[in-house]
């Protein structure tokens, strides 16, 4: 049970984190629409802030996500019942190309230089008012601009952790028979965005 506890604290510490980024990207960003709807700005005026904030959401729901797993695993592992075990599985696989998504921006954009063929290198290409932003990459290897674009929705995908998280809770809760969501149920709730 320590492993459990210790990789449920670890899920409720990184969803605060995440969830921290998120609030910080939305304020500049919102905060930057307001002068460009004003007059005063130009897309150029989107600072670091909310573009590091918006990255940093991609490290902490990563971590967010393999907590989840590493419980997920040991849950349907140990369990005695198959019918809780496979609604678990489902629920993964529900979640399992969101996860892929969520894993690989943080893999390809916020690691790198892990891989050199897939950098970014500043600004975001463009933005949308629903707190989009979208970033070309570069081929260090080959020296040469790709036109694939990382588009990042940090409000968006937060939505989606906070669902997938609220899922996963409530699985383990029923195969473990403990009613251990109060907490996490609440920190999910009072962080609404």
């Known amino acids: 049970w320590l492993r459990r506890l210790a990789l449920l604290e670890n899920l409720n510490n990184y969803y605060r984190f995440a969830v921290g980024s998120v609030r910080l990207f939305q304020e500049s960003f919102n905060k930057n629409l307001e002068l460009i709807s004003k007059g005063e700005g130009t897309k150029d005026n989107f600072d670091d802030e909310s573009h590091s904030s918006a990255l940093s959401f991609y490290s902490h729901g990563r971590v967010c996500i393999e907590s989840s797993r590493l419980l997920s695993d040991e849950a349907i592992f140990y369990t005695n019942n198959e019918k809780k075990a496979e609604a678990l599985q489902e629920h993964r696989d529900k979640y399992a190309a969101w996860a892929r998504d969520i894993i690989e921006k943080r893999n390809e954009i916020v690691a790198h230089p892990h891989n050199t063929r897939k950098m970014i290198t500043g600004s975001p ?5 629903s707190g989009e932003l979208t970033f070309f990459t570069v081929d260090l290897e080959h020296i040469t601009i790709k ?5 990042l929705e940090p409000i968006k995908n937060l939505k989606e952790l906070k669902n997938y998280i609220e899922e996963t809770i409530a699985h383990l809760s029923l195969i473990w028979g403990i009613n251990f969501t109060s907490k996490t149920q609440s920190l999910i709730s009072s962080e609404e965005m």
């Open 125 to 129: 290409n463009s933005w949308g008012s």
């Open 147 to 151: 036109h694939d674009e990382y588009k």
